[in-house]
């Protein structure tokens, strides 16, 4: 079993489904990404590069999806408008109510993008290990 598959072992079972389902959609979509954990959650970034790009987390009040392009989230503003969205996180505190559709859009709108700007403001990228969760500056 490989670190993500752990990950989402570790997680509640009400949430392994859905977190399954992220992970399946991560890999279909993300086609020239390399899966890895990063700052305890898998997170996808371009192969050879050093920034992910999405990320995805099992939190206790709710399953965390980030999207740290801000060209990708901010093409998607109106259809992020109806979510808990922060500057690079989405949340979704139901387990049945994570817009999957929604989802598979933003990681193919991610991976046929040029390679762009990601955010650091908070996002996995920046925050160096033990400094708490995925967000923040490093």
């Not at 955010?119 to 967000?135: L, W």
């Amino acid at each position: 079993m490989g670190p993500v598959e752990e990950y989402i072992a570790a997680a509640p079972e009400a949430r392994r489904t859905a977190l399954t389902r992220l992970r399946e959609l991560c890999l279909a979509e993300l086609t020239g990404f390399e899966e890895r954990m990063a700052y305890g959650m898998p997170a996808y970034a371009r192969t050879g590069a050093e920034a992910g790009e999405i990320a995805w987390a099992n939190q206790k009040q709710y399953v965390s999806f980030y999207l740290m392009r801000t060209d990708v989230r901010d093409a998607f503003t109106q259809r992020l408008a109806a979510h808990d969205m922060g500057k690079a996180c989405l949340r979704f505190r139901r387990v049945d109510r994570i817009d999957f559709d929604l989802v598979r859009d933003l990681l193919h709108a991610t991976a046929t993008a040029p390679p762009g700007p990601v955010c650091q403001a908070d996002g996995p990228p920046t925050r160096p290990a033990g400094h708490g969760g995925p967000a923040g500056r490093g």
